[in-house]
């Protein structure tokens, strides 16, 4: 079936403007997740919703950043007035429920460059 | 908190030779262990799991992974390595004991695999 999805899959903005990442996770998935993958942090863990409860943001690095998912299914990462630090690959997961057993599936990621 | 250590960032080894990537894990409950592939440009694959029962999982492309409790490790085996499987892989950990880290997978920095011919 059909995997995570995530556009656009390369981003190249100029420090100060607003973007706007999207995620399609897989059909059924209650679960989703962002990611963010650099060279010097590793992965780190965003933000993750589960249904209808209200989003887990911990790992939200500052108030530029949020994110929503609208239906249960599709969710935008929107960052705000980039800076050259945000340059990363931003990655989305889901998985079949919010339960530390299920594996999460990730898609392809978004490349962003911040010049 | 819970944390995840890759001690090697690099792992050479000739094909057919046997592999092992190690992995080091703190949580405070009990601990559901991941491995994931990343290949050049793609995302992560999901290898094998560990959540309870026989310590020895098995998992894609002929991986398996070893969870000892008393050594709070997971590392990550394969009995005849394959150019093919040269990649980028790590180790990840969820805490069950609940909590706003509930969600998340914990990450290591990964390790580079490279399986020379």
């Known amino acids: 079936g059909a995997g995570v999805s995530q556009s656009p899959s390369n981003k190249v903005t100029e420090k100060g403007k607003d973007v706007e990442l999207r995620c399609d996770p897989i059909s059924g998935h209650t679960a989703l997740y962002w990611y963010r993958q650099s060279l010097g942090q590793g992965l780190e863990f965003l933000i993750y919703?589960?249904?209808?409860?209200?989003?887990?943001k911990s790992g939200l690095p500052s108030d530029r950043f949020s994110a929503e998912r609208t239906g249960g299914s599709v969710s935008t990462l929107t960052i705000q007035r980039t800076q050259q630090e945000d340059s990363a690959v931003y990655l989305c997961?889901?998985?079949?429920?919010?339960?530390?057993?299920?594996?999460?599936?990730f898609g392809p990621g978004t490349r962003l460059t911040v010049t | 908190a819970q944390s995840v250590a890759q001690p090697e960032d690099q792992v050479n080894v000739a094909e057919g030779n046997p592999l092992t990537v190690k992995c080091t894990y703190s949580?405070?409950?009990?601990?559901?262990l991941f491995w994931y592939v990343q290949y050049p440009n793609r995302g992560l694959q999901f290898l094998l799991k560990?959540?309870?029962?026989?310590?020895l999982v098995k998992g894609s492309y002929g991986f398996e992974a070893e969870f000892n409790k008393s050594q709070t490790s997971f590392h990550l085996k394969k009995p005849s390595a394959l150019v093919s499987d040269s990649a980028l892989y790590f180790c990840?950990?969820?805490?069950?004991?609940?909590?706003?880290?509930?969600?998340?997978?914990?990450f290591g920095q990964g390790t580079i695999l490279t399986v020379h011919p």
């Open positions: 560990y959540i309870t029962g026989d310590n």
């Open positions: 990840a950990v969820r805490d069950n004991a609940g909590g706003t880290s509930y969600g998340k997978l914990t």
């Open positions: 949580v405070s409950g009990n601990p559901y």
């Open positions: 919703f589960q249904g209808n409860s209200a989003p887990d």
């Open positions: 997961a889901s998985s079949y429920r919010d339960r530390v057993s299920y594996e999460q599936y």
